[in-house]
């Protein structure tokens, strides 16, 4: 099993910026693919950036240029870095660990991030 904790979500002006972690309950990078996704009012839930164990990077198109995944293995965290938010960038936003080559998967509990003035 694998605990997922997210945190550094809330409420920013259009224009600023965020970060996001997700502290895994022990050492998994080099096993999973770590994701970020979310999921705004009635709609589904999106992937937003992952990264690979190997360290490759992929992003949704509406984030590439603003958003940054990254992490850092000897704290087992993985960060989300979100610059130039817009409104439609509110959304509860899930870390997720995907077992490399398997279907097992382990999300977060979720963390609001509000873009309003």
């Known amino acids: 099993q694998v605990q997922l904790v997210e945190s550094g979500g809330g409420l920013v002006q259009p224009g600023g910026s965020l970060r996001l972690s997700c502290a895994a309950s022990r050492s998994i990078f080099s096993m999973y693919i770590m994701g970020w996704y979310r999921q705004a009012p009635g709609k589904q839930r999106e992937l937003v950036a992952r990264?690979?164990?190997?360290?490759?990077?992929n992003y949704a198109d509406s984030v590439k240029g603003r958003f940054t995944i990254s992490r850092d293995n000897a704290r087992n965290t993985v960060y989300l870095q979100m610059n130039s938010l817009k409104p439609e960038d509110t959304a509860v936003y899930y870390c997720?660990?995907?077992?490399?080559?398997?279907?097992?998967?382990?999300w977060g509990q979720g963390t609001q991030v509000t873009v309003s003035s």
């Open positions: 990264i690979a164990s190997g360290g490759s990077t």
């Open positions: 997720n660990a995907n077992r490399l080559g398997t279907i097992t998967n382990y």
